[in-house]
């Protein structure tokens, strides 16, 4: 720390330094300029400025285009010069400068920004001058950092003193473009665009807009640009270029893109002479491109080319009441045909095709959208065949031969798709609404057919219970029809042992009757020879009497009766005869 004693030295130094400067300045026209200050000079007496011009480069009277750096300068007596010492232009980060020139050449009728010449930054305005630069905003900007600028040449509009000026404060930031998207561009200078054309071609050597000299240079087209700016920090003047920034162009998966392009180079068809449908080209050329856009993001600008989304998976399209997630096939609904016998009923039918990434260029070729080969080819295709096929048949042969309907339809689709660069994968019928009048016969045939079938199966079912029922019952009686039919052998056996033992025992009575019938017929023999000989010998009458006798002897026979019963008129006979057996049988007892 300074002393009092020190202090008051120092003062004294510095306030004699002041005033040797103030006598010293007039006599040597010293003009000192700081680190951070710009000198700008003005005359105050010399030749005239030529008419139109506000700076001098010989010496004229008035504003000089050269500046005092920083340091001592003798020579600029405050008689004859007036020192303006200003701030230097300080461009913060993030941030641009624009520029406009008070002096300079007149700016041609066709432009509205002044062509970038070398002056150094525009620290040097005598080169600005003498270069040709051009009076009027200039095309070229100042970007982050410290400037020693004449400020009485040029105004420069920076984020801060921007709306002093008409503009928004954003406009002078560094332009980002945010991921995930894209810039599209239009350029405020340059050439007319070529008739026909609605957008510029792409121009090489201007990094992205940034270089606007070499844009103009290089024949750059005023307006909508085919270039996109990609995501980034972009050095962009806004009188320059104006942005507009859309997401990419997604292409989701199992879809690929078509790309339409309205600009690009001359148009030159790739798609050889077996393709007469449309016209493919390379991309980068105006037209259909030959090339499609798989899965993924790209950086496409929607305002100059259009990409038309064709799906690789199965699409399935419905002429029936729902409709697919797709939405290809709201347009659709039942088919209604004729039949043969003069009904009229509806369809329902499902078609499934399949379009290869390959083909898709040909397809949005030849009809321009998904969309359209609905609405335009498959609809007539597959209306029309099924109208055609109904009246070849009755309603009731349509729907028993359903199957092979579809079959039909399924192969004549398939051909006639083809043409037009689409798989027809397959065909299907799905509900089929015949007139109600014959439904109502055909629900009562049916029902009366199903009645029967339930009154078969009814008994059927009866029948099986019976049949269970009698083979639980032979189950149950199993035993004793074992037993019986053991009981039946038994007995058999033992009835061919009696026949066996009866046979045996007829066999000993027929020997034993023809022995006695021999025997008895000799004993009749014998007797016949005795009663013929007593015959002989007694006679008839008396060998009768003999045997009479000898029989009522052998026998026992009572020749008086036990009880005799007279004849007396009395009636005492009978009963008295009666009582006397009665006596005699209890005499007896």
Not at 50 to 67: I, M, W
Not at 328 to 340: G, M, N, W
Not at 468 to 478: G, S
Not at 564 to 581: I, P
Request: some cysteine; glycine content about 10%.
């Amino acid at each position: 720390m300074f002393t009092g004693t020190a202090f008051a030295i120092f003062f004294t130094s510095l306030t004699g330094l002041v005033i040797l400067l103030a006598f010293i300045r007039p006599l040597t026209g010293l003009v000192i300029i700081t680190e951070r200050q710009v000198g700008i000079v003005i005359k105050r007496f010399g030749h005239q400025l030529p008419p139109g011009k506000l700076l001098a480069l010989k010496g004229e009277a008035g504003l000089q285009a050269d500046t005092l750096a920083p340091g001592w300068h003798f020579g600029y007596f405050p008689w004859q010069y007036s020192v303006h010492k200003v701030p230097m232009t300080i461009i913060p980060q993030g941030e641009i400068g624009l520029v406009v020139a008070a002096d300079g050449q007149a700016m041609p009728a066709n432009r509205i920004l002044g062509r970038v010449v070398d002056c150094d930054n525009f620290q040097d305005a005598r080169k600005f001058l003498t270069n040709g630069g051009e009076k009027g905003r200039q095309l070229s900007l100042l970007t982050a950092g410290t400037y020693r600028i004449n400020t009485e040449l040029f105004t420069i509009i920076t984020a801060r003193n921007a709306e002093q000026h008409g503009m928004a404060a954003r406009h002078l930031l560094v332009y980002q473009v945010e991921p995930d998207r894209v810039g599209i561009v239009t350029t405020l200078d340059g050439q007319p665009i070529d008739e026909g054309e609605i957008a510029g071609p792409i121009v090489e050597g201007h990094n992205n807009f940034q270089d606007g000299q070499m844009f103009l240079d290089n024949h750059g087209r005023r307006g909508l640009q085919e270039q996109v700016l990609l995501s980034g920090s972009w050095n962009l003047n806004p009188w320059f270029v104006y942005v507009e920034q859309t997401a990419m162009v997604e292409i989701p998966i199992g879809h690929v893109g078509i790309v339409i392009a309205y600009v690009g180079k001359a148009h030159q068809d790739v798609s050889g002479e077996s393709f007469k449908h449309g016209n493919l080209v390379e991309p980068g050329h105006k037209g259909v491109w030959v090339t499609p856009l798989y899965p993924g993001k790209h950086p496409i600008n929607g305002r100059v080319m259009r990409v038309e989304l064709v799906p690789t998976t199965n699409i399935v399209l419905n002429w029936a009441s729902r409709t697919e997630a797709h939405k290809y096939d709201a347009s659709l609904s039942p088919i209604t045909v004729r039949s043969k016998d003069g009904f009229a009923f509806n369809l329902d039918v499902s078609q499934i095709i399949h379009i290869g990434a390959l083909e898709a260029p040909k397809v949005i070729s030849r009809v321009g959208s998904v969309q359209n080969l609905v609405d335009h080819v498959l609809q007539p295709i597959v209306g029309n065949y099924f109208r055609n096929s109904a009246q070849e048949y009755t309603v009731l042969d349509f729907l028993s031969a359903r199957s092979e309907r579809q079959v039909e339809a399924t192969e004549h689709i398939r051909r006639a798709v083809s043409a037009y660069d689409v798989q027809a994968l397959d065909t299907l019928i799905g509900d089929i609404t015949p007139p109600e009048s014959l439904m109502v016969t055909q629900t009562d045939r049916k029902i009366a057919e199903e009645q029967r079938k339930t009154y078969e199966v009814q008994q059927m079912a009866q029948e099986q219970r019976q049949a269970l029922v009698r083979a639980k019952a032979v189950a149950d009686i199993q035993e004793e029809m074992v037993k019986s039919e053991k009981s039946v052998d038994i007995a058999t056996l033992k009835a061919q042992a009696d026949v066996q033992q009866a046979t045996g025992e007829a066999k000993s009575t027929q020997l034993r009757a023809e022995g006695e019938a021999n025997a008895i017929r000799s004993t009749g023999q014998a007797r016949a020879e005795v009663y013929r000989l007593g015959v002989e010998a007694l006679g008839t009458q008396g060998f009768t009497t003999l045997q009479m006798m000898q029989i009522v002897g052998d026998k026992a026979v009572r020749i008086v009766p036990d009880v005799a019963v007279n004849g007396n008129s009395g009636g005492g006979g009978l009963a008295e005869g009666l009582l006397g057996l009665v006596l005699r049988e209890k005499n007896s007892d």
